[in-house]
């Protein structure tokens, strides 16, 4: 994950249909490369934050999305007081997994794409990553 604390898309208010509008932080996304259950896993990791409204503090969720994965899916929640609600592990594809909506899919794709990592990627996009060696996993 990246070591600073700065996001890397700032905070901005998105709307879901028939819901308050939350505000959406995407904190961090970086290539993540670490040996799985049925082999190597080599994708993305992120953590956002979201505000939803009336709420003084963040939900905060861990998402990865594996090389040919078409969405992201959610590798952990922690509610606002910090409890888990649920936490899987990087790239853990042995659980029942849930994605995000496309909105929220929308922005770490962009993420993705601002930093580099990627050379495809959207919502319904299977993910292939940039062949620059800034991509590459540590």
Not at 68 to 79: C, K, N, T
Not at 89 to 104: A, C
Request: net charge negative; aromatic share 6%; glycine share 10%.
């Amino acid at each position: 994950m990246s070591v600073d604390n700065a996001p890397v898309l700032p905070a901005r208010e998105v709307t879901l249909p028939g819901a308050d509008p939350m505000i959406v932080t995407v904190m961090s996304v970086d290539r993540r490369a670490e040996a799985g259950v049925y082999g190597p896993m080599d994708g993305l990791d992120a953590q956002i934050k979201i505000l939803f409204g009336g709420d003084t503090d963040p939900d905060t969720l861990f998402l990865s999305r594996l090389a040919g994965e078409r969405w992201w899916l959610q590798d952990a929640h922690f509610g606002p007081s910090g409890l888990p609600l649920f936490s899987h592990g990087f790239g853990s594809r042995t659980v029942r997994k849930d994605g995000v909506p496309t909105e929220l899919d929308e922005l770490l794709c962009d993420a993705a794409r601002a930093r580099g990592l990627v050379s495809e990627i959207g919502p319904g996009i299977p993910l292939a990553f940039a062949t620059s060696s800034a991509s590459t996993p540590a």
